[in-house]
T-cell receptor
């Protein structure tokens, strides 16, 4: 158990509203990631972090921002939610760099109406 | 060619049978390989890493063929609890530290 929690676990929101998802880890790992998973697309990387205040974009970063002010928390914000952002969002951590094993949180199911 | 390709399945296999799936990757610079398992409505979890010499963990055997750029997963004596989606994962050890997930192969073990 890598000690990863995500909140909320489920959320329904309306188009145009801001949404923040939280990922919390208890193991002090340096690398944290946000993915979205959609049918037909598999897991796609949104943003990742390699340390406090150090973040970078993934392949589907448009419409998303992230922040990491503490080692244990990685926040994903949808500035103005759109229906295309309806998805399952997974947070992950890796013990080292990206090429090492990743451990996933339980996911957040987001529905944007 | 897609970076990581898997047959989406589903593979419908009777309990006790042996099943194998392959995953092909396009970048010859890929250096780390993994199989993850994902149950319905759950997060992916590491099943096993794949080493150059091949490796086994109980009923599961993983192999890597660098020349042909594929990895494989063999499940022997399949159990009902093996029903899941199996994700192939490939990573590149370069400045981008890129990790790529396949879309997964669905496996249904039939009683």
């Amino acid at each position: 158990d890598a000690g990863i929690t995500q909140s909320p676990r489920h959320k329904v929101t309306e188009t145009g509203t801001p949404v923040t998802l939280r990922c919390h880890q208890t193991e002090n790992h340096r690398y944290m990631y946000w993915y979205r998973q959609d049918p037909g697309h598999g897991l796609r990387l949104i943003h990742y972090s390699y340390g406090v205040k150090d973040t970078d974009k993934g392949e589907v970063s448009d419409g998303y921002s992230v922040s990491r002010s503490k080692t244990e928390d990685f926040l994903l914000t949808l500035e103005s939610a759109t229906s295309s952002q309806t998805s399952v969002y997974f947070c992950a951590i890796s013990l080292g760099r990206a090429q090492e094993t990743q451990y996933f949180g339980p996911g957040t199911r987001l529905l944007v109406l | 060619r897609k970076e990581v390709e898997q047959d989406p399945g589903p593979f419908n296999v009777p309990e006790g049978a042996t099943v194998a799936f392959n995953c092909t990757y396009s970048n010859s610079a890929s250096q780390s390989f993994f199989w993850y398992r994902q149950d319905c409505r759950k997060e992916p979890k590491l099943l096993m890493s794949v080493y150059s010499s091949g490796n086994e963990d109980g009923r599961f055997t993983a192999q890597l063929n660098r020349a042909s750029q594929y990895i494989s997963l063999l499940i022997r004596d399949s159990k009902l609890s093996d029903s899941a989606t199996y994700l192939c994962v490939v990573s590149l050890m370069n400045r981008d530290d890129k990790i790529i997930f396949g879309k997964g192969t669905r496996l249904h073990i039939l009683p």
